[in-house]
């Protein structure tokens, strides 16, 4: 039986996450990080509060103790310089570890996590395996008719943000009509979606368009959609929300999918 490593983050996912762990009766283990706001259910399970300097004394600890998987579940600052307190086992890779961090960007930072953690002999776990239901599939997921004008915005949102992906900039864009609302950067999907209120047509269809970055590592920092980026869209008069099939993750899917029907607001995997 497995025995997991969560490297908890903010959020509704570390909260769906351990209750799947329990309902299997898989051995999982908390890994809270310092300014990391967490459910207090979380809390309540298994944990340590930590110093991002220092994660590795801990994993060598547990995996002495049998955990050798590990998961990256929910919203985790990215740590300051100043944040990164390294103990001796950290400080052997913390110059790497900063050049990254000063480069900016997500993805480096991540895929350095990933390999750092293989190579001290963890399995970093797809949360796909973990929570598959999570996930919805490609096409039209709702039963509202989509446009030809719609197509074909799915499409040039899908294409810009194709291109901009080396750039590791953001997941989403908001179009109407041919026309780009705005493109997620540092301010996140939320905020993205806040802001473009006022440069909405009410009079025409708008698209959120959120999508896995080309080549990223998908055992973390997946497209992510909730409840609230359903409600902000409705608020903000978004018709709909085109998403990467089988890579994006719903947390509380149901709600999320009897949300759209009440709204009338569309799904559709690219």
Do not use: W
Request: glycine share 8%; proline share 3%.
């Amino acid at each position: 039986m497995k025995k997991i490593v969560l490297l908890t983050g903010g959020g509704d996912l570390p909260v769906e996450v351990v209750r799947k762990l329990i309902k299997k009766k898989i051995s999982f283990y908390c890994l809270i990080f310092e300014k990391n706001p967490v459910s207090k259910m979380i809390l309540k399970k298994n944990h340590k509060l930590i110093n991002f300097g220092k994660i590795i004394s801990e994993l060598l600890k547990l995996k002495n103790l049998g955990f050798n998987h590990v998961a990256l579940v929910g919203n985790l600052k990215r740590p300051s310089i100043s944040d990164v307190k390294p103990d001796l086992n950290s400080a052997k890779i913390i110059p790497k570890f900063v050049k990254i961090l000063l480069k900016g960007g997500d993805n480096n930072l991540l895929n350095f996590c990933i390999n750092y953690l293989n190579n001290i002999g963890f399995n970093v776990l797809d949360l796909r395996k973990i929570i598959p239901e999570n996930f919805l599939g490609s096409g039209n997921i709702t039963k509202i008719n989509l446009s030809k004008r719609i197509i074909d915005d799915i499409k040039k949102g899908k294409t810009i943000l194709d291109c901009i992906s080396k750039f590791d900039i953001g997941q989403s864009l908001v179009i109407q009509s041919g026309n780009v609302i705005g493109i997620e950067a540092a301010q996140g999907t939320d905020k993205l979606i806040k802001d473009s209120y006022n440069y909405i047509n009410k009079n025409e269809k708008s698209i959120l368009i959120k999508l896995a970055k080309v080549k990223q590592n998908l055992k973390a920092d997946l497209p992510t959609i909730g409840v609230k980026t359903l409600k902000n869209c409705h608020k903000s008069g978004i018709s709909g929300i085109a998403y990467s099939a089988n890579k994006t993750l719903f947390i509380n899917k149901q709600e999320i999918l009897e949300y759209c029907k009440q709204n009338n607001i569309f799904l559709y995997g690219v």
